[in-house]
Nanobody, 124 residues
Framework: QVQLVDSGGGLMQAGGSLRLSCVAS????????MAWFRQAPGKLREFVAA????????FYADSVKGRFTISRDKAKNTVYLQMNSLRLEDTAVYYC?????????????????WGQGTQVTVSS
């Protein structure tokens, strides 16, 4: 059974940086897609970024492209989301997700395993 533990959120001023971590356990993740989603108050959960575990291919939402970087450390079974140039609109709970897949997937309905979420708050 896949388990995901998110961490790294916090309060940051606009323009600052944060790095989120997602420690994955329960199986080997070769052949998996890993992703970050976020959900702001009153809004639907939305896709942020995804990476393929084996090859490291990445895909980003337009709203974070050029500011956020997703990566994975196979030795640590950890996925990261480096967030730079943070904006007020990046405030949300961020969730890590994992799903066995042949490539990148960015639809939340396709992910079966989720972390508990970590709060990111950006202030002016």
């Amino acid at each position: 059974q896949v388990q995901l533990v998110d961490s790294g959120g916090g309060l940051m001023q606009a323009g600052g940086s944060l790095r989120l971590s997602c420690v994955a356990s329960g199986r080997t993740f070769s052949g998996y897609a890993m992703a970050w989603f976020r959900q702001a108050p009153g809004k639907l959960r939305e896709f942020v970024a995804a990476i393929t575990w084996s090859m490291g291919g990445t895909f980003y939402a337009d709203s974070v492209k050029g500011r956020f970087t997703i990566s994975r450390d196979k030795a640590k079974n950890t996925v990261y989301l480096q967030m730079n140039s943070l904006r007020l609109e990046d405030t949300a709970v961020y969730y890590c997700a994992a799903q066995q897949a042949a490539g990148i997937i960015n639809m939340k309905e396709q992910y079966k395993s989720w972390g508990q979420g970590t709060q990111v708050t950006v202030s002016s």
